[in-house]
């Protein structure tokens, strides 16, 4: 085998589909665990004060996951639809480019948003902290991060969606 039979064995549409698909977990991933991380970091430091505000604590350390997720299911429907858990599709390279660059938004947009996100509920921490009936204005305030990661989600799933192997 030669290595340009090689590379043409590795650099197929489909893989570079995957590539996408690993792409958008991974990356919106190490956002969304990096910013849980940080909520928790700075949940300790109330619960070791109130363990009461436990719950409370609790809802805005999992807000920065949600990129995660997103990427997750933007890797899962690019999954789907090049067959790879029915019946594979084979595709072109440009096909397959399609979808590699599909997985980006969720992927870069993903992993910051989670990490900034993670700032403003660590800041909504210190909030209930000192008045534990602010919860809601904690939440708020992170929601509103989350917004750039569903907009990112959207331009992630359209072209995945609305892609047809072959036409």
Do not use: C, W
């Amino acid at each position: 085998m030669t290595f340009a039979d090689f590379l043409s064995s590795i650099f197929t549409g489909n893989n570079l589909a995957l590539a996408g698909a690993a792409i958008a977990v991974i990356v919106a991933g190490m956002g969304s665990a990096k910013g849980v991380g940080m909520v928790g970091e700075a949940s300790a430091g109330l619960l070791m004060e109130d363990p009461s505000k436990f719950g409370k604590a609790l809802i805005l350390q999992a807000l920065p996951g949600t990129q995660g997720i997103y990427g997750l299911i933007t890797a899962f429907v690019i999954v789907l639809k090049i067959g790879l858990l029915g019946t594979p599709a084979s595709l072109t390279i440009g096909e397959g480019a399609l979808l590699f660059v599909a997985a980006f938004p969720i992927a870069i947009v993903g992993y910051f948003s989670a990490i900034k996100q993670a700032r403003v509920a660590a800041a909504g921490i210190n909030l209930i902290g000192k008045h534990p009936d602010e919860l809601g204005k904690a939440i708020t305030a992170s929601a509103l991060v989350e917004t750039y990661a569903i907009f990112a989600l959207l331009i992630s799933l359209l072209p995945v969606l609305f892609f047809t192997p072959g036409a």
